[in-house]
């Protein structure tokens, strides 16, 4: 079964494709439409000053946008190669499982370990763990530490 790469189905990955092509060719198209009217215009000796001065803005700002969507073409193109790059997680498939066999053999009854008759012993003599190392807290707590100056 073949398995489609995650940047075919990542829609932001598109629109960025998209929006960049758009601005660039956009951009493009604008920066020649102004400077061919401005260039009849001022070749005519027909131009006035608002063809020439908005022609200009009109000019600079297309040519910004155009840089904006091949800055964005790069980006989409560097993120394409990155995707490459990252490891493809392979999915294993998983190891038979025997449905017939009896596992209940193994397992511990529900109530724990059923009682054998013998008493466990322990030696009362030694103190608990526990004990031993909550009773040096509680003394040290009683009595503060000397100052020294």
């Known amino acids: 079964m073949p398995v489609r790469p995650q940047l075919v189905r990542n ?40 063809d020439v ?40 498939a998983p190891e038979h499982i025997d449905w017939q066999a009896d596992t209940t053999e193994d397992a511990e009854p529900a109530g724990g370990s059923e009682p054998t008759g013998e008493s466990e012993t322990t030696d009362e003599s030694a103190p608990a763990a526990p004990a031993q190392t909550a009773a040096p807290a509680a003394e040290s707590a009683a009595e503060p530490a000397p100052i020294t100056r």
């Not at 102004?34 to 009849?40: G, N, Q, S, V």
């Not at 000019?59 to 995707?83: D, E, H, N, Q, R």
């Open 53 to 92: 001065y908005v022609g200009q803005v009109a000019a600079v700002i297309a040519g910004i946008v155009c840089g904006a969507g091949i800055i964005g073409l790069l980006l989409t193109l560097t993120v394409a190669a990155l995707s490459g790059l990252r490891a493809k997680n392979a999915v294993e």
């Open 11 to 50: 829609i932001a990955f598109w629109i960025l494709l998209i929006v960049s092509l758009g601005a660039t060719i956009g951009g493009a198209l604008v920066v020649k439409i102004e400077l061919d009217w401005m260039t009849t215009a001022l070749t005519a000796n027909t131009a006035t000053g608002v």
